[in-house]
């Protein structure tokens, strides 16, 4: 959908008038680096060309609108009285991000909202911490404040934990709030550090791939996943200070295997100190231009995550492992929190075709399902988009 017909349909739901402002927060891939946000480690996202674009206005009474052009519901609610609806369902994330803007005595105000996003719906490329990134980045762009995009992304990341009860790290909303064009951002969770690495992928492509698996198990796995590495920081703690799991190397991790005892959070441990080292290993074979050894770390990551944090499934599996017998594919991995959602590919730029024809044909042949496939471009971060 362009820009005109973004307007038109924000005037259809909200009226003509002046002062129509167009905004946008991109999604986001990770390249490697899942499930260590939350164990204090890194991660190594990239901001997509695709995400979540808000049409807004100001309003002068105290009232927030919000509609979207994606999902049912249309939302009215007054500013001084920002609570958490089930019925209100998306727009919870929305009236968080403003409720949580107006805790820490930024500027806020009355606006209308059209939302309109193409990031794939359930694929798990960010599209909560876009809207949620959007939301601030339009109340800035209306009401003023000297915030910056990296602590409008902090206070996202806390209204998704506070208002809507979702315990998500910082990745998600640092990615689409901090994107770069052509890099990806290696975090430091524990820190927030970040480096912009640049992107040269050469004769290469990203490829995403979604299961279009519904992800039911995902929100109550990861909520388990986090409690394991906790219990297992926890024993570790009896015995050493320990500040999290990134702040091991693998030897130092052998070390405390006896204090952890129990095998499941042993392995649970270990892929947060083992995919802690293949990020930071893989961004320096990225800055040396080793792109073969970057997609050997990409497989290794996907292992792990397989094995070790066990959240892949079987259509992550199947599509991870198409993709690995493709000709020109030097990488590919889950991407997001797991057990459906989407993977990401390294793929030779002349077999990109080939390779769309036959992971599909092999996973729906494995699976029933039929993945949906994208040629990505790498955007940056969330920002006002000029209405021509």
Request: aromatic content about 8%; charged content about 25%.
């Amino acid at each position: 959908m362009n820009q005109k017909e973004l307007i038109e349909k924000f005037e259809e739901n909200f009226g003509q008038g002046e002062g129509i402002r167009l905004f946008f927060s991109p999604g986001r891939v990770n390249l490697i680096g899942e499930h260590t946000d939350y164990n204090g480690g890194h991660v190594f996202p990239a901001a997509l060309s695709f995400g979540t674009y808000a049409v807004v206005r100001k309003r002068h009474d105290g009232l927030l609108k919000f509609a979207s052009l994606n999902l049912p519901a249309e939302v009215t609610c007054e500013l001084e009285r920002l609570t958490y609806q089930d019925e209100d369902d998306w727009a919870n994330y929305p009236k968080g991000m403003i409720d949580g803007l107006r805790a820490q005595g930024l500027p806020v105000g009355g606006a209308e909202f059209l939302f309109y996003g193409n990031i794939p719906n359930g694929a798990g490329l960010s599209s909560s911490a876009s809207i949620e990134v959007v939301t601030a980045i339009a109340m800035r762009g209306l009401y003023g404040g000297d915030a910056t995009n990296q602590t409008l992304a902090i206070l996202a990341q806390k209204a998704e934990n506070e208002f809507v009860g979702v315990n998500c790290g910082i990745m998600d909303q640092f990615a689409v709030a901090m994107g770069k064009k052509d890099h990806a951002i290696l975090l430091d969770c524990e820190t927030l550090s970040y480096q912009w690495v640049p992107l040269l992928l050469k004769d290469y492509e990203l490829i995403i791939a979604n299961t279009n698996k519904k992800r039911g198990l995902a929100d109550s796995e990861y909520n388990a996943r986090r409690q394991d590495c906790e219990e297992a920081l926890r024993r570790v703690r009896e015995h050493e200070d320990l500040e999290s799991w990134g702040a091991l190397s693998e030897e130092a991790f052998k070390e405390v295997i006896p204090w952890i005892k129990d095998t499941v959070l042993v392995k649970r441990a270990r892929h947060a100190v083992t995919e802690n080292q293949r990020t930071l290993q893989a961004v320096q074979e990225l800055k040396m231009g080793n792109l073969k050894a970057f997609g050997r770390l990409m497989n290794a990551s996907h292992c792990s995550l397989r094995d070790d944090y066990q959240v892949t499934g079987k259509e992550l599996d199947a599509l991870v492992e198409a993709a690995w017998a493709q000709p020109g594919v030097i990488g590919s991995r889950m991407t997001g929190a797991g057990f459906g959602g989407c993977t990401v590919s390294l793929v030779e730029k002349n077999e990109v075709h080939v390779f769309m024809d036959h992971v599909s044909e092999r996973y729906t042949k494995e699976t029933g399902l039929v993945a949906d496939f994208y040629r990505v471009a790498i955007e940056d971060g969330a920002r006002e988009l000029e209405i021509w």
